[in-house]
């Protein structure tokens, strides 16, 4: 009799639906406000945006997320698919099927250049005509893609704590290539600790701003003092 071998998670997924599901659970009654004050002003397609997204293994997902920005609860929203695996907590940015299609997923390297202008030859020497049948409800992507499939899409990711430097090598499409083939759980936790301290520091930054006395020149003057003295 043979034993099936179990698969066990990986430690990404681990920290995935832990830390996913205490920011879910620390969310909800934030989210769930969010959604009656939207419910109170009745937008026209309901409280949820959908929008179909590419994720695992070329496997589409209806993305939902809250239909507002106010306090980052459109993210937040998302946290569901994170406990579900369809999205990670950190990982490159979810495509739609049209911007996988149109190749907005990163440049390819050499190789995969050289394999698409080989198949693209009908003359060439490896010139093949393969017919394949993909499973229902995934999209077939260039092979130059293919790192995209490999792993789950993000929350938030390498693109996203980056692409606000206006350096070109932080393209974002780079930088989700580079996430794909150097990921591994500590960098996942800085890239996280890094999500959250760029808004916290903006928003109390902002709050030091309002507190400050705006002090004129005259607010120092002796009364009785004139410019003619």
């Given at each position: 009799?043979?034993l099936?071998q179990?698969e066990?998670?990986s430690?990404?997924?681990?920290?995935?639906l832990?830390?996913?599901s205490i920011l879910?659970?620390?969310?909800?009654p934030l989210?769930?406000?969010?959604?009656?004050?939207?419910?109170?002003r009745?937008p026209?397609g309901?409280?949820l945006t959908?929008?179909?997204?590419?994720?695992?293994?070329g496997?589409l997902?209806v993305?939902r997320?809250?239909?507002t920005r106010?306090?980052?609860l459109?993210?937040l929203?998302?946290?569901p698919h994170?406990?579900r695996?369809?999205?990670?907590l950190?990982g490159?940015?979810p495509?739609t099927p049209?911007e996988?299609?149109a190749?907005?997923?990163g440049?390819?390297?050499?190789?995969?250049?050289?394999?698409?202008?080989?198949?693209?030859?009908?003359?060439?020497?490896t010139a093949?005509?393969?017919?394949?049948t993909?499973?229902?409800g995934t999209v077939?992507?260039?092979a130059a893609?293919?790192?995209?499939?490999e792993?789950r899409p993000g929350?938030?990711?390498?693109a996203?704590?980056r692409?606000?430097?206006?350096?070109?090598w932080d393209?974002p499409?780079?930088?989700d290539?580079?996430?794909?083939?150097h990921?591994?759980?500590?960098l996942?936790l800085?890239?996280?600790?890094r999500?959250?301290?760029t808004?916290l520091h903006?928003?109390v930054?902002?709050?030091?701003r309002?507190?400050?006395?705006?002090l004129?020149?005259?607010?120092h003057?002796?009364s009785?003092?004139s410019?003619?003295?």
């Open positions: 009799m043979r099936r179990q066990w998670p430690a990404k997924r681990v920290l995935d832990t830390l996913g879910l659970t620390l969310a909800a989210l769930a406000a969010g959604a009656l004050a939207l419910a109170a009745r026209s309901g409280v959908r929008s179909p997204r590419i994720g695992l293994g496997h997902f993305l997320s809250l239909r106010r306090l980052r459109d993210l929203s998302r946290l994170v406990v695996g369809e999205l990670s950190v490159p940015e495509l049209d996988a299609r190749g907005t997923a440049p390819a390297g050499p190789a995969e250049a050289a394999e698409a202008t080989d198949s693209a030859d009908p003359c060439g020497p093949t005509t393969t017919a394949t993909e499973p229902p077939t992507v260039p893609r293919d790192w995209r499939q792993l929350l938030t990711g390498l996203q704590v692409s606000r430097s206006g350096m070109p393209e499409a780079l930088l290539q580079h996430y794909a083939e990921h591994w759980v500590g996942d800085a890239i996280l600790a999500a959250v301290h808004p903006r928003a930054r902002g709050l030091t309002r507190g400050k006395a705006h004129s020149d005259t607010d003057r002796r009785g003092y410019a003619a003295e």
